[in-house]
């Protein structure tokens, strides 16, 4: 259009130079008639000018045409072309693992922040009550449901649902659980600035520090009888018994805590007189929450002293029991009513209960585990469909609630390096404790198992130094006590979530 325009005004310029006087004819041979003088002499000027000005045109034209070539390679450049819609860069898609690991994460995160917030609210609940600890005590159960809502989830897709082959599905599971660990965090976030106004530690210190020593002083004092009801459980079952085996070293790690805790103890009451109270404040915390660790360890040994008295009580009623299941299984594989393996499961039953009884026939029937008697049972007549009530019911509760605690005790008490995989048998475990016990008892030991070796890959990276080994922080890094970011072992945890648990941390220099 441009160039049409400049070939316009190169065409009609010659004839505006051209004096405007009344029109003459023109001779078929072109040449002009009836010029008068004056216009002769204007004609005969003017060819100068009308050399002139094409010349002129013809440099504009090329000065343009440049001009509008330019403009048009740059829009060429930048326009879409009429009609196509814009098409914009799609984000790269996140690869399916990496979510599962990513909600993994949260669900560990989570869980530790639960369990951080449920020790130190312990502390709070033996000072100022439980009427004033209310809020923050539903707050944790709110938070627990949003927690176990998630591991429900994470439940639901290890066993394939959604189906792997439904991908849209399956990250629709994954972003469900890490929103419900979000939901769990923000609950516990919510609560950080009034739970730190009612402890109040930058102006009652003292208080805080007193309560933590008063309970040093109990678990101290308790420790030496731990340790005999444990050598007592030894000399009672020298046989190799698998469930004494989980309680293992319990004492040792127990008093490995209650060394950290009198260092931080000694050193918040110390930073205290000096008025570093920031200092002190972390110090008090480390302390608590080894203390409640050393608790575990010790409810753990008597918590076994205890199953093990009960099973041992129990065995001769759920033998008894388990026979009678046996008899009406097998009469009514007699009659017919139910096909299949159920005479394999009855051969199996009844070979196992040969073998129960063996064992309590020996000159020393402590010599058998009878949680493990228990255990063996109650599995050997569960296909048989007779182990929810009665006898074998109470049996079935009583294996699964030990073997639930001893996992959970573990989780707890080495946290910083159990994974998520432990943690979900776990919560399976736990849920099927209140409905099904006889089907709880499997998941709770993977879950136990599984956390063992979360530990052994992890090791102990704090045992090089002989200072810090004997003050225990490579057990307390271990715990999730302190966080294990410095080579000190890093800031201690608080009751909060993701966003405010690490808020007693050193200031950033």
């Known amino acids: 259009m441009l160039g049409g325009a400049v070939g316009v005004v190169w065409l009609v310029l010659p004839v505006m130079t051209i004096n405007a006087e009344a029109p003459v004819a023109a001779s078929r041979d072109g040449a002009v008639a009836g010029a008068g003088r004056h216009g002769q002499r204007e004609a005969e000027g003017g060819s100068g000018a009308d050399l002139v000005l094409p010349l002129v045109a013809v440099g504009g034209v090329g000065v343009l045409a440049g001009y509008g070539y330019v403009r048009r390679t740059r829009r060429g ?92 599905a399956r990250r629709q599971a994954l ?55 444990l050598a007592d459980l030894h000399s009672r079952h020298p046989a190799p018994a698998a469930t004494i085996t989980t309680v293992t070293g319990y004492i040792e790690q127990a008093k490995d805590r209650l060394v950290f805790a009198t260092t931080h103890l000694n050193q918040a009451r110390q930073a205290t007189d000096l008025e570093h109270t920031g200092e002190a404040i972390r110090s008090l915390r480390a302390a608590e929450g080894a203390i409640s660790q050393a608790d575990t360890f010790l409810n753990d040994v008597d918590r076994l002293a205890n199953s093990l008295a009960a099973a041992a009580e129990l065995v001769p009623a759920t033998l008894t029991g388990a026979e009678a299941e046996i008899a009406t299984a097998r009469a009514r594989a007699t009659a017919g009513t139910i096909a299949g393996p159920l005479h394999t499961h009855l051969a199996h039953a009844h070979t196992t209960l040969a073998a129960v009884r063996e064992e309590l026939t020996r000159d020393r029937p402590d010599d058998h585990d009878p949680l493990d008697a228990l255990r063996r049972i109650v599995q050997a007549v569960l296909p048989l469909g007779g182990t929810r009530d009665g006898v074998l019911g109470a049996a079935a509760w009583l ?25 979900t048998r776990l919560t399976e475990a ?80």
């Open 430 to 509: 736990t849920l099927l404790l209140t409905t099904d016990p006889a089907a709880a008892d499997v998941p709770a030991q993977e879950a136990r198992e599984s956390a063992e070796q979360d530990v052994r890959v992890h090791g102990n990276p704090y045992a090089g130094a002989a200072d810090e080994h004997t003050s225990g922080v490579g057990g307390a890094v271990l715990g999730g006590i302190l966080l294990g970011e410095d080579p000190d072992g890093g800031p201690p945890l608080t009751f909060g979530g993701p966003a405010t648990r690490k808020r007693r941390a050193l200031p950033p220099t």
């Open 77 to 168: 450049r930048t326009r879409t072309t009429p009609g196509v819609a814009v098409v914009s860069p799609q984000p790269p898609v996140t690869p399916l693992p990496v979510l599962e690991r990513q909600a993994g994460a949260a669900l560990v995160q989570t869980d530790d922040c639960l369990r951080t917030s449920r020790a130190e609210l312990a502390f709070v609940q033996a000072r100022f009550g439980d009427t004033t600890v209310e809020p923050f005590v539903r707050a944790l159960r709110d938070a627990e449901r949003e927690l176990s809502a998630a591991f429900a989830i994470r439940l639901r897709y290890d066993r394939g649902v959604p189906e792997p082959n439904e991908e849209a």
């Open 399 to 423: 294996v699964a609630r030990n073997d639930v605690g001893s996992a959970d005790g573990f989780i707890a008490t080495h946290r910083g390096a159990v994974g998520v995989e432990a943690r």
């Open 175 to 229: 972003a469900g659980i890490v929103g419900r660990c979000a939901e769990a965090g923000r609950r516990l976030d919510t609560e950080a600035p009034a739970f730190d106004q009612l402890r109040a530690l930058e102006r009652e210190l003292d208080d805080a520090l007193g309560v933590a020593e008063v309970r040093f002083r109990e678990l101290a004092g308790r420790t030496g009888g731990v340790d005999a009801t």
